[in-house]
Nanobody
Framework: QVQLVESGGGLVQAGGSLRLSCAAS????????MGWFRQAPGKEREFVST??????????HYADSVKGRFTISRDNVKNTVDLQMNSLKFEDTAVYYC???????????????????WGQGTQVTVSS
């Protein structure tokens, strides 16, 4: 049974930082693309970042809205994927979801339909 469990959300002032973590179990972690999505109230879920591991290297991709502020990292031994969020803005407020995608398909998976498994989400609130 695949499980993705997020942690690290909370309340932070604008300009501050938070680090989200997602612990995965029940899947061959290193072969899966791992992604972060978010959903703000009244809005559709949107892509934040994704990480894939291939040939001993990690490849990452970011939404333009978070590029330069957020960093995704994965640990294929601990089966975790983290999202370091710096210079947070009010508009980053959302529920953040971790997701896992089976191998194959797009080089960088940015659409939620490409992901097979999802965590329960963790709330990030940025106060202005």
């Amino acid at each position: 049974q695949v499980q993705l469990v997020e942690s690290g959300g909370g309340l932070v002032q604008a300009g501050g930082s938070l680090r989200l973590s997602c612990a995965a179990s029940g899947l061959p972690f290193s072969s899966y693309a791992m992604g972060w999505f978010r959903q703000a109230p009244g809005k559709e879920r949107e892509f934040v970042s994704t990480s894939r591991w291939s040939g001993g290297s990690t490849y990452s991709h970011y939404a333009d809205s978070v590029k330069g502020r957020f960093t995704i990292s994965r640990d294929n031994v601990k089966n975790t994927v983290d999202l370091q969020m710096n210079s947070l803005k009010f508009e980053d407020t959302a529920v953040y979801y971790c997701a896992a995608a089976k191998p194959g398909g797009s080089y960088y998976k940015t659409r939620d339909v490409e992901y097979n498994y999802w965590g329960q989400g963790t709330q990030v609130t940025v106060s202005s």
